[in-house]
């Protein structure tokens, strides 16, 4: 959705982290949402994609809500991080064996719902990963509200909905 947005610096940064041999449970998107935004509950999600020998799998993992208080934190849920942990083992045993027939891609998706009658359009949002259990690395800039509702609406996405 917000690709003209992703940090460059976060993006070398990065490209340094192995998605393969970092602990999953160390794994953390902050969503900085202005006042009449919020997580939309069971809506969001990691997402890893492996192609082993010609064969493509996705594996969809529950990004559980941290209750931290003004920042929305996800991480991995509890109850997934053994079954990505395997996979994890599984993609690096391929690529030992095998290191030019294996790929894969590391995604997250935030469901947004509105409170309240909905955001000020002029309010931003930006997002941060932490991939250390650390370092809150800036992923999305600062976005108005009116450009991300412009952005998913081009992406043909439904228009946010009040939180259930």
């Keep these: 959705m917000a690709c003209s947005t992703v940090n460059p610096v976060t993006l070398a940064r990065l490209s340094q982290v192995n998605p393969l ?40 993992f529950t990004l559980q809500h941290l209750d931290k208080g003004g920042v929305q934190e996800l991480a991995v849920a509890e109850e997934d991080l053994e079954r990505l942990r395997a996979l994890q083992a599984v ?5 030992q064996q095998n290191p030019g027939g294996s790929s894969g891609s590391l995604s997250a998706s935030v469901g947004l719902c509105t409170v309240n009658g909905g955001p000020d ?13 650390q370092t809150a690395l800036p992923l999305v800039r600062a976005l108005s509200v009116s450009r991300y509702l412009e952005e998913i609406e081009n992406k043909g996405s439904d228009p946010l909905q009040p939180c259930p």
Excluded: C, F, H, W
């Design 21 to 60: 041999e970092t602990d999953p449970a160390l794994y953390r998107v902050l969503a900085n949402l202005p006042a009449g935004l919020d997580v939309k509950k069971g809506s969001s999600q990691l997402v890893l994609s492996m192609t082993l020998e010609g064969e493509t799998q996705v594996n969809e």
């Design 91 to 95: 993609a690096r045993q391929a690529k």
């Design 121 to 133: 359009p002029d309010d931003e949002i930006s997002i941060d990963l932490v991939m250390d259990g």
